[in-house]
Each structure stands twice: as C-alpha cells, then as structure tokens.
C-alpha cells in the first residue's frame, strides 16, 4: 500500500494563529497565550474582537480513545531494538491542535507538536508525589529527553488516501475535504526518535511539550510563563513531567526480519543421511507358524526407511532380492493368509500380524489373498518391513489417541445415522429403477429409434460432453424431425396399434425401422416409402427435408377417391387427415431449402442409457441431500456395501511429529540453521501411514459398536490444507483439498507411490521447501509463494505478480517446532529450475521459479538496520540501507543535526560529490521527510530454483 506524509495539519480556529513557531529557539515573543483577531457581525456591523486560543496550559488529560496504536503494544516482550517507539491517535490535527505557534520554514513544513513521547529505562526516572488527576514522573538522567529544538521532526500525519506527490502547501488545502469524505485515511503519528539496547525493559510516555503544559498538568501556577517556552532544554539534569499515557515494553535481539531474513541461504548439498534412516530388520520380532524358531531377518538386514519426506531422488536401502524370494516374506504370507481363513475353534488361536488394509481392499464378499510378487499397495505395503512400519506408526496414532478420537467419533453420530439412513433408502430406489430400465431399456439396446423416443423429455436434460450440447439439440440440428419422438408418434407407429392393423403393415410399422430410415449410416438415394415412411414425416411434412424426394412415391401411394379414404382413414385418426392435407399442399411447392445430411451418431442410444443408469441420476442427488454431512459413496460399487464413517480432518502428520519428528524428516538434525531447500514427499511412507490409521481406526470402532463397517476412510488428511491460496484454488471446498482418496477407490493396479491415482489429481509430483531458521521461529507468519522468473538483459526478475499464472501458492504446509516449516507446491524439478538459463537467445530460455519469502504487511513501522549491510549484485544504496553504523558519532537519539556521513561504510555510494548531496538534503528537511527516510518496508527474500537443485536432474 502507498502511503503519505505530510509534516503537520491544523483545523479549526488554530489555523488563524500567525505567531511562527521558534522551534524552541527562545526567540517567540513572551505572551502567555496566543491571541488571533475576528471581524464578528452584530446587528449588521463588524466589530473587532480578539479571542485568547486554547493551548497546552489549557490541557489537564487526555482522552485515551484517540489512541488508536502503539509500537510497540504495551508489554511486548521481544521488540526490535532497530525500531522506533511510536504512538497514533485518531485525529489527524491531534499532535498540533493545542501549539500556540504558526508553522515556518521551507514550504511552512516545520511545527512542534505540543504533546511528545519518550521513552525511558528503569534507572532513568522515578515516579513523583501525584498531586493532580495526572501521574506524573521525575526524569533524573540528562540527555534522557529528546533534543528540544528538533521535536518538529518527530510527528507527522499519514495518509492512506492516495494522494498525489504534491508539495506540502497544496495538499494542506485539501485535507479538511479529505478527512471529511474519509476519516479513518488520516492519523497523527508520534515518533520517539531514541535508539534502542536489545534485551532492555523500556516505559513509554507521553508528556507536554510546552513549559505551560508542564505546569498545568502539574496543578502548578502558568502567570507569565511565555506560550512557546519549551517544557525542557538539553541542559537539563531534572525534571518532573506529568503523564497523559504510558505503557511499556522489552526488546529482544538486534534480530528484525530484515536481518533474520538475510541469514537465510539457500542450500542444495544437504548431508545424504537426511530424509533417510535405518531399519534394523534383523530380529523382525513374530515366530515362524508351528515352530518356536523366530522368522529369518530380511537381506539385508538393515533397511534404508524414510519418513515423510526425502531428498529429491533418495533411494533408500532396498531388499537385494525380489521380495517374493525373501524367506522373510514367505513367513509374512503364511501369516497373512491366516487372515482369510475360516476360524477353527478347536485348536489354539494362533495371534499373527495385522494384515493392513484388507477390508478396505475387497471388492467381493471374500477378502483379498494376500500376494507377495504383486506390486499392487495393499500386497507392497505389507510385504515391505518399512511399509509395514509406517503403518505401524499409524496404529500407535489411534491406540494413543483412541479416547478423544472416539470422543469425536461419538459427536458425530446423529449425522452419521441421518446418511445411513439416506444411503438405505437410496438402495432401496436404486434397486428399482436398475430393474426398470433392464426391463424396459436393456432389451431396446439395438433399438436406437426406441430409446431415444422412450427417454422422452429427459433428452433434453442429458448432455454429450464431447459435443457440449444436450441429445435434444443434436436431434434438432439433424435430418430426423423431432417429431418423430413425439408422444403421439409412438402410439402411431405401435406395431400391434389401430393404425398398424388398418394399415396392414405386417410389422413394416415400426418407430425404429422410421428412424432407421431418417437417419441412414450414409445419406441415401431415393426414398422407398412405404406406410412407415408416410407417418415418419407426420408432424410437419410441409418443411420436411426429405419430401421432395419421396414426391413420386407419396403421390403413387395416396389414394384418389374420397371413398378410399373413408375406407382407409378413421373420422378419429384426426392427425392421418392432417398429413394428407400437408403432402397435397407439398406437391404444388418447389422446396428450395437445402436438404440436409446431419445425421444422429450410432451410439446416442448407449449414451441415453448410462445417462439413466440410477448411478448417475440417484447418486450425484443423494450426495447433494448429504451437504454438510459426511459423504457417502460415489459411485455404484461402493453404495452397498459400505456405510458412512466418522470424519476427522485434523492434519495427521501432527500425530506422527509428536512420536517423534524424524519420522516427518529423519536425521531432521543434520539440516543447519537459516536453510532454504527443496525436497519431494514420500509417498510409500505417507500412504502405508494412512492405510494404518484408517485399519486401526476401524477395528475400533468397531470395539466400541460404533455403527459403521471396516471399510471407512476416516484420516484423509496427512498435511495442512490451510494458509494462502489463490483465488481460484479458495473457491475449493474442502473434500478438494483431502490427501487421498477414500482407500475403497484406489484399485488393484495402483502401487504406493502413485500419487496421481491415491491423491487429488495433480499435473506434477509435488515438490515441498524446506525452510529452517530464526526467521521463523520470531516470524511464524511469514508469507511463502512461489513466483515466476522472467530473463530480462541476461538477468533473471520476478514476473509480473499481477498475472495469476505467474504465482502458485502452496497446496499444504506443516511445521515442526521450533524452526522448521514445510510447504507442498504443485511444480515440477524441471518447472522450478528452469532450462538454458545461460542461452543467449531469450526464446529458448524457461526462466523457471523463484520461490519468495516476504515479511507481512501491517501497519508501517520505522527505524534503521543496527548493522550496514552493503546492496549485492552492484546495487545502489538507498535509504533503505541506512543502519547506525551510517553515523560518526554514536548517540541515545537519532538527531537531525547529525546527518549519516557520506563516507562512513560505503553509504551513500550511488554517483558524485552532488549527488550525495542531494541525496542528503532531505535529512531533517520536514517530519514528512524524517518519516518516508526511516519506514521500514516489508522486506521480501526471492530464491531462484537453480539455486536449491544445483546438478540435480530430474
């Protein structure tokens, strides 16, 4: 956001003082108050009259509403110390509104406040004998208080209200209009201008500027004191000060974000050993069955395990055989197999290994066989220790937390009940309407013309999404009349109906043979008519396409005397009457409209079919009644068996943190501070933790008579779906962003790591930055996007961030505290890198990303860098760069009559002797000045892909 400052601004009578201000020079005439003049009417004459103006000295408290802000907030305890205390109030004239002064200088830009905020340590002062409404306190160190004869520079107004750059005395004339149009785009500020120790306990306070003040505020006699007289001099060694607001504070470290931000460094070396740990597998822990021998360890007997999340192209330790081979696994299948076998209640129970995942995986009554040399999930996850393991972990999770899980569980169930009971009705209708549509449709499967006439209406609400058009719009802008699936054709055409039987049609009558010969596999050369082709153009024969060539075979077939009509045409066949009257009328008319060819394709039957299929009209219905409540299945398999299941959204990978955090990234340790890289997810690991989450939770609840089945997907989420997003992507809702599918749908060719099938879809494998640093650990709220690069004059640039395809947001974070954060974003190796970078052809250059680390914006805050730190990459210094080490001499204040040397640490370096002239010349010149010099700016970290994947290929 822009903003504005201006050095002052007065309203009301105040702006008639002409007495100009001496800045606390001494030199202001000596009356106590301010007098201005007024031309008053009375009884139609103007009378000269002199008012005395309210002043500080009028001044006993003030009203602690107009405080809309303090920086630091009261009792803050880690402040930056190369910050400025400030303070605001809501009133834009507030800091000036009682200075019995007219403001000087260049441009009228220099005007005291009449109230200042100082900032003091313990030592420093203590509090005095009240002996008003107002504290007071006694300053007893000198050089405490801020430099009398430089407060003008230390308030100002801001403005949010876009204001051009203009000078100061033209925007002085608009500010009344303005702030009565938009009162909240216009505050006062107040800045203490003292320099701070880190690690210190601060009090603010807000005292009078003028002696008046002082002394009123003091119930203390103000006879003869001079308006202008300052309450304090820098000479100073003690003074007792009343107080209008105090608060206090401690600072932290010399640690702001900018600082924090500049130890960040990006990093594509991480040691090998992070992502990745070892398992030992040589005691795997389950006897063999019949025997007292334990199972044989798996070769080798360590295993390379990650956690749920790894370097870009780990392959951890693996079997050194097929897994089939593995003795290990053949032990493992013998127990699994007990899984599926009928109980014998005559022999000892044998207590084997969970088989995980198993009811989630039936797609019949049986449950599946358990097969070692297939690389399907449910089969990979339980012969593999370190799937195994994982979805160890995720049992553990649910026995932990079993009692606040069933706890939630519980809460649930009357919604749980309501959708049981939707789903059971549903199959009760679904059942019937399958059997209808087998009964009247299936047998119609040949039948084009029948189908589509016995859809009825409802072509006009069945869509083909090749053509985005419904079967109803394909119909009319073909060469079949529409008519010839009307109502009344079909009782026309029955084969076995009064117009068929007087018609002798001997089966010839038939609305399948008419559409047939409507819609021809290729357009046809003269039409034979018979009967069934008269009554094909029956609704509209006067603009039928086709008439003009079947002209000489209507006229052949009707007949020509008005007995043989009789004889042939029922009084009550009232339509019949209608065609013969239409096709005389076509024989006297030349059609001159193109005749046309567009033709229904073959399989719009089958189409109609799957449209009426009960699982796609009583389904999608189903899940809209459900809105709000845990969803039921989606598609035809899944509606009988399965029953609605609790729902738990919480991220899970919170669960597995609390076990222990290697387990999200192992040997998490060996990644140093302030480091920025990239790694991938671990898909093997993620999945067989869900699927063990998911088992365990269901052999609970199902302990607990919990109504439900064993086949419920209850964890969806592993990561945080929250944080910011696009626009596009907020539109979601949340069942968009779940991690996985429910397990019932992930098929008996899918493998473990296959994202794109288990999780939402996806264009790329996700990629997850890995920040670790302070930043975080005293900004959690850092902003993290990724924002596209753009080469321009062999320099690579942050592209327009007003175009959305040009920044991704992260699709989920996680954090593991106190200093790591994780973030998922849907871009691929190649994407994020970016390819012939060095090219001197921009055509042939894919810039790539770069992924951007940004302080929050909020409300401005000033100060300077506590250390110089010089601009990369031949960069100009600005005022940006401005730290303490900029000054010679070192002091509590930053004062105006010490400007930053030109010299001192390369600052400011950007051209000649004149230049850093002017560059200078806006040190003290105004507060607006002062102000736009010491806001500090959010401060935004952009690392290029390159940087973090270095050699890496993907």
């Not at 400030?86 to 800091?95: L, R, T």
């Not at 650990?777 to 004059?793: C, D, E, G, H, S």
Request: with cysteine.
């Amino acid at each position: 956001m822009a903003y504005q400052f201006h050095s002052w601004s007065r309203g009301g009578i105040a702006a008639k003082i002409t007495t100009p201000d001496d800045l606390g020079a001494g030199t202001a005439p000596t009356n106590s108050r301010e007098e201005i003049s007024f031309d008053i009417d009375i009884s139609g004459q103007l009378v000269h009259k002199q008012f005395l103006v309210a002043s500080a000295a009028d001044i006993t408290g003030i009203r602690q509403e107009i405080i809309v802000r303090t920086d630091p907030r009261p009792n803050s305890g880690d402040f930056e110390p190369n910050y400025f205390a400030s303070i605001e109030f809501y009133d834009h004239d507030f800091a000036w509104r009682y200075t019995p002064a007219a403001p000087v200088g260049e441009n009228r830009s220099q005007l005291r406040p009449w109230l200042m905020l100082v900032v003091l340590t313990e030592d420093e002062f203590h509090k005095s004998i009240q002996r008003s409404s107002l504290s007071s306190i006694v300053v007893t160190k000198p050089g405490a208080l801020p430099p009398h004869r430089e407060l003008h520079l230390w308030a100002h107004v801001h403005s949010n209200l876009g204001n051009p750059t203009t000078p100061l005395e033209h925007v002085l004339g608009n500010l009344h209009d303005q702030f009565e149009t938009d009162p909240d785009g216009l505050y006062s500020r107040i800045i203490c201008p003292r320099k701070l120790d880190p690690n210190v306990l601060y009090h603010a306070f807000l005292v009078p500027v003028f002696e008046s003040g002082r002394r009123s505020g003091l119930d203390l006699t103000i006879q003869n004191i001079p308006a202008q007289q300052p309450a304090w001099t820098d000479l100073i060694e003690e003074i007792e000060l009343p107080v209008y607001y105090r608060w206090q504070f401690r600072t932290g470290d010399n640690s702001d974000f900018e600082t924090l931000l500049r130890l960040m460094e990006a990093r594509n070396d991480l040691d090998p050993r992070v992502g990745v740990m070892d398992l030992d597998c040589s005691k795997p822990g389950f006897v063999v069955i019949g025997s007292e021998d334990e199972v044989p360890p798996t070769s080798p007997p360590v295993l390379g395990m990650g956690g749920a999340v790894k370097q870009l192209g780990a392959v951890p330790i693996g079997f050194e055989e097929p897994p089939a081979e593995q003795v290990f696994v053949q032990e493992v299948k013998k127990h699994l197999d007990l899984q599926i076998q009928e109980e014998n209640f005559e022999s000892d129970p044998v207590v084997t290994i969970p088989f995980y995942g198993m009811h989630h995986a039936k797609t019949t009554e049986q449950l599946p066989a358990f097969q070692p040399e297939s690389d399907c999930w449910l089969h990979d996850l339980n012969r593999d220790p370190r799937n195994r393991s994982a979805a160890g972990l995720g049992t553990k999770v649910v026995q932990d937390h079993q009692e606040e899980l069933m706890q939630s569980a519980w809460a649930q169930l009357p919604q749980i009940q309501e959708v049981n009971r939707r789903i059971k009705h549903t199959q009760l209708v679904f059942q019937v309407n399958l059997g209808l549509l087998q009964t009247n449709f299936e047998e119609m499967k040949n039948f084009p013309g029948k189908v589509l006439a016995m859809a009825g209406n409802s072509i006009s609400r069945i869509t083909d999404p090749e053509e985005s058009k419904t079967i109803f719009q394909i119909i009319s802008q073909s060469q079949v009349p529409n008519a010839t699936f009307s109502s009344s054709m079909r009782r026309l055409s029955r084969p076995r109906g009064k117009i068929a039987k007087r018609l002798k049609s001997s089966g010839s009558l038939s609305l399948n043979k008419i559409f047939i010969k409507l819609n021809p596999r290729v357009p046809a050369a003269p039409i034979n008519v018979d009967a069934s082709d008269w009554f094909a153009t029956s609704n509209d024969i006067s603009v039928n396409k086709n008439i003009p060539r079947a002209l000489p075979q209507l006229r052949a077939f009707i007949p020509n005397t008005k007995a043989d009509n009789n004889q042939i045409i029922n009084e009550k066949t009232t339509h019949l009457r209608k065609v013969l009257n239409q096709t005389n009328a076509v024989m006297s008319i030349e059609v001159k409209e193109e005749i046309s060819t567009v033709k229904i394709p073959d399989n719009y039957e089958t189409k109609v079919l799957h449209a009426l299929h009960p699982a796609q009209t009583l389904l999608p219905a189903l899940r809209a009644t459900t809105d709000g409540l845990p969803k039921p299945p989606e598609n035809e398999e899944e509606l009988l068996p399965i029953m609605a299941h609790p729902d738990f959204p919480e991220p899970t990978y919170q669960y597995l943190a609390q076990i222990n955090p290697d387990f999200i990234i192992p040997n998490l340790e060996l990644i140093p501070p302030n480091t920025v890289a990239l790694m991938e997810p671990n898909f093997e690991f993620i999945h067989s933790f869900f699927v063990g989450l998911n088992h365990e939770m269901a052999r609970e609840l199902l302990w607990r008579q919990y109504p439900t089945d064993l086949r419920g997907t209850c964890f969806r989420q592993f990561w945080d779906p929250g944080g910011l997003r696009s626009p596009q992507e907020n539109n979601g809702t949340s069942t968009d962003y779940k991690d996985i599918k429910p397990i019932p749908q992930w098929g008996s060719d899918t493998v473990l790591s296959d994202f794109a099938q288990i999780g939402r879809p996806l264009p790329n494998k996700p990629l997850v930055l890995l920040l670790r640093g302070d930043l975080l650990k005293k900004y959690p709220n850092t902003i993290v996007f990724a924002q596209r690069a753009v080469r321009i004059n062999n320099e690579l640039l942050l592209a327009d961030n007003s175009q959305p395809e040009n920044l991704k947001f992260p699709l989920f974070s996680g954090s593991l505290p106190p200093d790591v954060r994780l973030l998922g974003f849907d871009l691929s190796v190649s994407e994020v890198k970016g390819e012939n970078l060095l090219s001197v052809n921009p055509a042939e250059t894919e810039p790539g990303w770069f992924f951007v680390m940004a302080e929050v914006p909020g409300e401005p805050r000033f100060g300077m860098d506590i250390d110089y730190t010089a601009p990369k990459n031949g960069a100009k210094n600005t005022w940006d760069n401005l730290s303490r080490g900029n000054f010679i001499t070192p002091d509590v204040f930053t004062k105006g009559s010490i400007p930053p040397a030109a010299g001192v640490l390369g600052w400011p370096n950007d051209g000649t002797e004149a230049n850093v002239n002017q560059v200078l010349e806006k040190w003290a010149r105004s507060s607006a000045d002062m102000a736009g010099i010491l806001l500090q700016k959010p401060t935004m970290l952009a690392v290029h892909g390159s940087e973090l994947l270095g050699a890496f290929q993907s």
